[in-house]
Structure formats: structure tokens, C-alpha cells
T-cell receptor, first 111, second 113 residues
Framework: SQQGEEDPQALSIQEGENATMNCSYK?????LQWYRQNSGRGLVHLIL???NEREKHSGRLRVTLDTSKKSSSLLITASRAADTASYFC???????????WGAGTKLIIKP | DGGITQSPKYLFRKEGQNVTLSCEQN?????MYWYRQDPGQGLRLIYY???????QKGDIAEGYSVSREKKESFPLTVTSAQKNPTAFYLC????????????FGSGTQLSVL
């Protein structure tokens, strides 16, 4: 079952610009996580936001969570070429300790 | 350095053959997971284990088998019953009962000859 839906599917921006990607989900959650995946590599955990939090920052990353709209956004400020990757959201709604993953947003930073 | 190691990076399977993907971690994590990733899609859970000698099926366990004889190791066997095995396989680990901050290996690309 796929709960997370990222939007857009692909995003191409100039280096230095901000990148925003969104994640929507269907059921109540305890937390939502964002991960990055470079091409042909494993995923790297970026940030976790709990259901009682509305915003969280980590370096150039800013994550918001709106539980009333069942959505989250990931903002990357001052993008760099190294930010080129796919970004996935994952929610923990499943009671069997399973994470539910979206299909990802492919971000391309043009130099 | 603590981490999670998958091998091999590339693997080819012949018709009717079973193949085993290796996953080792030295993070002292109790929980380990196997995911399958198809192009342009999210991750789908194959199997997970929260403790040694115990594991549970995920959403797409058919055609796969696992073992967890040691805390550090969680090998995945893709059996001949899996008719569409071509995919990118990812192993991950985390603290027990903490489905948070998964650490991933670098993946194994399995292809059918």
C-alpha cells in the first residue's frame, strides 16, 4: 500500500534557487520522515517530524507538517549541485512497524 | 566506521536459480529490513526482523526468504518462485521498535539473464 504521494514527480531548478517538494498521505500518522537517494545508491535519512510538530529545520532544510491537510513539505534553500537526487517521504501509520513510502520527487539542480 | 554493507553491488540470476543477497551491519541495531525498489517507484517492504531468530513478511514476501541467525546479518534469498526479480534491493536497519531514522546499505541491482 502506498500512502505517501510526492509532488512534483520531477523538479529542475537553477543552482542557488530554493526547491520545494510536497508529500500527501491518507491516514493519521505518528511521524513523517524525509530521505534522499542519489542515483543508484541507498537512501539517507534527512529529517523526522512528529505529528505534534508543525515545523522543523536542519541546516538548509525546512520541513513543515499540516496534519489537518495530511501533507508535508520539504524546502531546500540555496540549492547546490550536490542536492541533485530523489527525495522520498515515509510515514509510519502502519501498526506493524512498516513505513509507507511515496514514489519520490526527482530534483535536478542546474549549474 | 559504523554502517551497513550490502553485497554484491550487481547480481545476475539465471532462470530457475536461487540467489542470495548479503546484508551486514555493525550499528548494533536490532531491527533490519529488506526493500525492493523498481524504477520510478517508492520502496516496498519484503521482510523485516526486529530481533534475532524472528522475522515477519512485508507486503511482497512471495518468492523471497530470509534468515536472522545473527544480529549483524540479514541475508535475502530470491528464489526461483519470484518471477519478476529484476529490481534494486535495499537493506536497512534501525533501533528496535523505532521505525525511525533507517540506515540503508548502498543496494544490490539484481537482473535476470
Amino acid at each position: 500500500s502506498q500512502q505517501g504521494e510526492e509532488d512534483p514527480q520531477a523538479l529542475s531548478i537553477q543552482e542557488g534557487e530554493n526547491a520545494t517538494m510536497n508529500c500527501s498521505y491518507k491516514t493519521s500518522i505518528n511521524n513523517l520522515q524525509w530521505y534522499r537517494q542519489n542515483s543508484g545508491r541507498g537512501l539517507v535519512h534527512l529529517i523526522l517530524i512528529r505529528s505534534n510538530e508543525r515545523e522543523k529545520h536542519s541546516g538548509r532544510l525546512r520541513v513543515t507538517l499540516d496534519t489537518s491537510k495530511k501533507s508535508s513539505s520539504l524546502l531546500i534553500t540555496a540549492s547546490r549541485a550536490a542536492d541533485t537526487a530523489s527525495y522520498f517521504c515515509a510515514t509510519d501509520a502502519d501498526s506493524n512497524y512498516q513505513l509507507i513510502w511515496g514514489a519520490g520527487t526527482k530534483l535536478i539542480i542546474k549549474p | 566506521d559504523g554502517g551497513i554493507t550490502q553485497s554484491p553491488k550487481y547480481l545476475f540470476r539465471k532462470e530457475g536459480q536461487n540467489v542470495t543477497l548479503s546484508c551486514e551491519q555493525n550499528l548494533n541495531h536490532d531491527a533490519m529490513y529488506w526493500y525492493r525498489q523498481d524504477p520510478g517507484q517508492g520502496l516496498r517492504l519484503i521482510y523485516y526482523s526486529q530481533i534475532v531468530n524472528d522475522f515477519q513478511k512485508g507486503d511482497i514476501a512471495e518468492g523471497y526468504s530470509v534468515s536472522r541467525e545473527k544480529k549483524e546479518s540479514f541475508p535475502l534469498t530470491v528464489t526461483s518462485a519470484q518471477k519478476n526479480p529484476t529490481a534494486f534491493y535495499l537493506c536497512a536497519s534501525s533501533w528496535r521498535q523505532k521505525n525511525e531514522k533507517l540506515f540503508f546499505g548502498s543496494g544490490t541491482q539484481l537482473s535476470v539473464l
